[in-house]
Structures are given as structure tokens and as C-alpha cells.
């Protein structure tokens, strides 16, 4: 198992900007691709970016161009820039590991589910 905790989320106004963190600890060279996701209230939790190992990044179509997906090994710790926000982006935030490609799209998870970090955007 690997333990996750999200951090870095706030108020902000639209069109900043705000970094979330994720940092992970426990076995964490067996994660192979890390995720964030978010939801917001009375709807189901999206996906909003990935990154794998070797540090290819996907993203959602409405994140595109405006949130970046990076990593830093050494500090086993996953990041999420997010500029030009837009109040659709509030949201809580949430990061989980997974250990493989078919482990991410069976949608099995290597962490739990944390209290995530919430992001409000004020318009």
C-alpha cells in the first residue's frame, strides 16, 4: 500500500493560479502511474490528469492548456500547476497510485482514497 496526502489547495479568483501537492510514502517504487482527480459538489469524482513513471502525462479535455502534471522522484511527490482558473474548477482535489497501466483502467487502486484538498475558484 502507499499512503497519499493532498495539499496546496485554496481560494482563489478566476484566472490565477495555485499548485497542489501530492506526497506519497510506503511502497512507493511500485507505483507506475499517479493521478489527480477532483470533484465537485453533487457530482462524480473526475479524472484531471496522469503521469506515469517515466513521465508521460495525459489530460482532461477541460484542463488542457491550463493545468500541468509533474513530478519530483526525489521527493515522492506528485504536483498539479494549475493556471487561468475558472470557477468550474472548484472542486476537492484528490490524488491516487496505481501499479500498472491495466491496474489504472480496471480503475484498482495501489492507495486510499485521503481527504483531498479543496480549490475554490471565485469568479
Known amino acids: 500500500q502507499v499512503q497519499l496526502v493532498e495539499s496546496g489547495g485554496g481560494l482563489v479568483q478566476s484566472g490565477g493560479s495555485l499548485r497542489l501537492s501530492c506526497a506519497a510514502s510506503g511502497s512507493i517504487f511500485r507505483i507506475y502511474l499517479m493521478g489527480w482527480y477532483r470533484q465537485a459538489p453533487g457530482k462524480q469524482r473526475d479524472l484531471v490528469a496522469t503521469i506515469t513513471r517515466g513521465g508521460s502525462a495525459t489530460y482532461a479535455d477541460s484542463v488542457k492548456g491550463r493545468f500541468t502534471i509533474s513530478r519530483d522522484n526525489a521527493k515522492n511527490t506528485v504536483y498539479l500547476q494549475m493556471n487561468s482558473l475558472k470557477p468550474e474548477d472548484t472542486a476537492v482535489y484528490y490524488c491516487?497510485?496505481?501499479?500498472?497501466?491495466?491496474?489504472?483502467?480496471?480503475?484498482?487502486?495501489?492507495?486510499?482514497w485521503g481527504q483531498g484538498t479543496q480549490v475554490t475558484v471565485s469568479s
Open positions: 491516487n497510485a496505481y501499479l500498472s497501466w491495466s491496474d489504472y483502467l480496471r480503475n484498482t487502486s495501489f492507495g486510499s
